[in-house]
Every structure is written in C-alpha cells, then in structure tokens.
Nanobody, 126 residues
Framework: QLQLVESGGGLVQTGGSLRLSCAAS????????IGWFRQAPGKEREGVQC????????NYADSVKGRFTISRDNAKNTVYLQMNSLKPEDTGIYYC???????????????????WGQGTQVTVSS
C-alpha cells in the first residue's frame, strides 16, 4: 500500500525559502501524479501544484506562480516543492497526495486524490 510522508516544513521569515519533500513507500511513484495542497487556519484546503508522472507541472494556485517549483525524483521515490519568496499568506499545513495517473496530465483542480500524507506545517513570519 502506498504511503506518503511530508517533511521540510518549519518557521521562516518573509522572503525566505523552504523545500518540502514527499517521500513515498510501499509502491513506486512513477505511475502517479503527485499534488501539493495546503490548508491555512480557518480556511479550506487549496491545491498548490501538481506534477504528472512524466514530469510536467500544473499550477493549481495563481498565487504561487513564479515562486514555487514542483519536481520529482523517481529513483528516490520522492517529490519536492521548492518554495521561494515566501509570504505570510503561504502559512499553513502542506500535504502531498498521489493519484494513479500515468502520462502527461494532472488531475483537474478540485479532484480528490487517492492517497494523502499527514502534512507538514509551514509558518511564514512577517
């Protein structure tokens, strides 16, 4: 059974950077699209970015364009989210999720992915 574990969250000042990791176990990730999502206090969960099994990326949130970059290393069974120029509004719990989808596409925004990690906290101080 596929399991996902996020790491790399923490406290950072405005303008700083963090790199989140989503490590998979139990099954190879190379036939999965992987999405990053976040949930701020008191708000609904929102999609951030997705990477297809072939490595193409999709932005779910306009607010992260040009600042966040998703990537994957199938040899390490890990997906990353590089977050630069962080803002206080980026604060929240960040989750990765996997959907069995082989090819160049990502699930559409709002799609309920199949497997979820437990999340990692990101806090950006002003």
């Amino acid at each position: 059974q596929l399991q996902l574990v996020e790491s790399g969250g923490g406290l950072v000042q405005t303008g700083g950077s963090l790199r989140l990791s989503c490590a998979a176990s139990g099954y190879p990730l190379d036939h999965y699209a992987i999405g990053w999502f976040r949930q701020a206090p008191g708000k609904e969960r929102e999609g951030v970015q997705c990477i297809s099994s072939s490595g193409g990326s999709t932005n779910y949130a306009d607010s992260v364009k040009g600042r966040f970059t998703i990537s994957r290393d199938n040899a390490k069974n890990t997906v990353y989210l590089q977050m630069n120029s962080l803002k206080p509004e980026d604060t929240g719990i960040y989750y990765c999720a996997a959907e069995p989808l082989y090819g160049t596409s990502c699930p559409p925004l709002g799609y309920e992915y199949d497997v979820w990690g437990q999340g990692t906290q990101v806090t950006v101080s002003s």
